[in-house]
């Protein structure tokens, strides 16, 4: 039973295309956040929801647009792909009524750009 | 700002030996500190944290971190590295006093040789 479950696992696509991640927490966590990894390994959060609610939105184009359905989704969406978004996308969870809990991560979509 | 710095990107022990991983960190107040390991394809997990009390903080799979005020700093450390410890290891800082944001460090790759 898997804990943060993102899909799909890998995404190939050409430049230009949409394409959605889904990510799922059977936590009953509150909060959940979108990371993108690059091939540095760098990790840089890019988006967080509190009880479906956008609580942080980091310098990320207008392309990519999360949603969050409910408090135990939150789905991304991007636009007109590039060759610079290929990467690691990491969804979290975390219970953060007192901000000292840790996050729980999926295991990643692995997008590349042809 | 809040930031985390880990100075060496690669950290290369014996096993058996002890292991030291070093992060040092920068907050405008209280700091809730973590670390988390990532091993290859899959997403980061959740090692140990720092919140208040005790500045030795005992975590999973035998790992230790202290925490030092005075230095900033939070480093990870194990008293007998195994093989299976090789992996890539994130420091995170969270204010207690932000909208919940977690900075990471930039991950050190740590190899346990036999």
């Known amino acids: ?114 | 700002a809040q930031s985390v710095a880990q100075p060496e990107d690669q950290v290369n022990v014996a096993e058996g030996n002890p292991l030291t991983v070093k992060c040092t960190y920068s907050v405008s107040g209280n700091p809730y500190l973590f670390w988390y390991v990532q091993y290859p394809n899959r997403g980061l997990q959740f090692l140990l944290k720092y919140i208040t009390g005790d500045n030795l903080v005992k975590g999973s799979y035998g790992f230790e971190a202290e925490f030092n005020k005075s230095q900033t700093s939070f480093h990870l450390k194990k008293p007998s590295a195994l093989v299976s410890d090789s992996a890539l290891y994130f420091c995170a800082v969270r204010d207690n006093t932000n909208a919940g944001k977690s900075t990471f460090g930039d991950g050190t790759t740590l190899t346990v040789k036999p």
Not at chain 1, 41 to 61: G, R
């Open chain 1, 1 to 114: 039973d898997t804990a943060v479950s993102q899909t799909p696992k890998y995404l190939v696509t050409q430049m230009g295309n949409d394409k959605s991640i889904k990510c799922e927490q059977n936590l009953g966590h509150d909060t959940m956040y979108w990371y993108k990894q690059d091939s540095k390994k760098f990790l840089k959060i890019m988006f967080s929801y509190n009880n479906k609610e956008l609580i942080i939105n980091e310098t990320v184009p207008n392309r990519f647009s999360p949603k969050s359905p409910d408090k135990a989704h939150l789905n991304l969406h991007i636009n007109s792909l590039e060759l610079g978004d290929s990467a690691v996308y990491f969804c979290a969870s975390s219970q953060d009524g007192s901000r000292n809990q840790p996050q729980h991560f999926g295991d990643g979509t692995r997008l590349s750009i042809l």
